[in-house]
């Protein structure tokens, strides 16, 4: 078992844990939204703890190159550092094949006792699609589903209502909005702009050491 998910379940047996945000994405990179994302997460629908899992290999992903899963972890990691409430997961990076939410949800199930609550935290766009996921049939009995709304994309009453009836535990919450998107750095990185206070520093120190999302010479395209 993934430690992270093994001191998660140690906390849950002796009564510290009784709902857990799980905050999944590319993270490439992870960036300051994320982090606001999750924390306002855990405040708005009373999450005890948030566990950031980067993607293995994501399954609507495959049409760009991806940074390698460690290095994204590795910058995950770096990111929730000083965080109590957050960590991170290898699950989906450990995992062979393409990444799916229903997967790592069941994995999740089964590693914690019934008594704590999982809830995926994921966008109202994103939510919308929900009966559309893979599994979902699945995924509506894993877990409920935080929704973060954003200024100009709210969650209607009615939206909420209609996936409900398709089995979803659907919760929208308000997040601050902040104008940045993993593919607005790599962006920037390729143009030689700064993302100074878009990313966590270690985040940045990361992405330098690597050299990530450099333009290579071979045509343009962004290093992995």
């Known amino acids: ?3 992270a998910v093994e ?3 140690a906390r849950a047996a ?8 799980v905050m999944g994405g590319t ?12 924390e306002q997460a855990r405040e708005a629908l009373g999450l005890d703890a948030v566990v950031f899992v980067p993607t293995g290999r994501p399954a609507f992903k495959q049409d760009r190159p991806v940074t390698d899963g460690a290095v994204r972890l590795a910058m995950v990691r770096a990111a929730v ?8 997961s290898a699950l989906e990076v450990e ?25 995926f935290i994921t966008g109202a766009d994103a939510a919308l699609s929900l009966p559309r996921w893979r599994r979902s049939d699945d995924l509506s009995r894993l877990a409920a589903f935080g929704a973060a709304t954003r200024p100009g994309f709210a969650l209607g009453a009615e939206a909420v209502e209609n996936l409900r009836r398709c089995g979803f535990d659907v919760r929208p919450f308000a997040v601050t909005g902040i104008d940045v998107s993993s593919s607005d750095i790599r962006r920037r990185i ?3 702009r700064t ?14 050491e690597h050299q990530l999302y450099r333009k290579e010479a071979d045509g343009g395209r962004l290093a992995q």
């Open 1 to 3: 078992m993934d430690t």
């Open 95 to 119: 995992r062979a094949g393409i990444t799916y939410a229903a997967d790592t949800l069941e994995e999740l199930r089964e590693a914690l006792p019934a008594t704590v609550e999982i809830v």
């Open 27 to 38: 993270f490439d990179p992870v960036h300051l939204g994320h982090l606001v994302c999750a």
């Open 195 to 208: 993302v100074r206070y878009l990313v966590p520093e270690a985040v940045r120190a990361i992405i330098e």
């Open 190 to 192: 390729a143009a030689g």
């Open 14 to 21: 002796a009564g510290g844990l009784t709902r857990l945000g």
């Open 81 to 88: 550092a000083g965080n109590d409430a957050f960590c991170t």
């Open 7 to 9: 001191a998660l379940a």
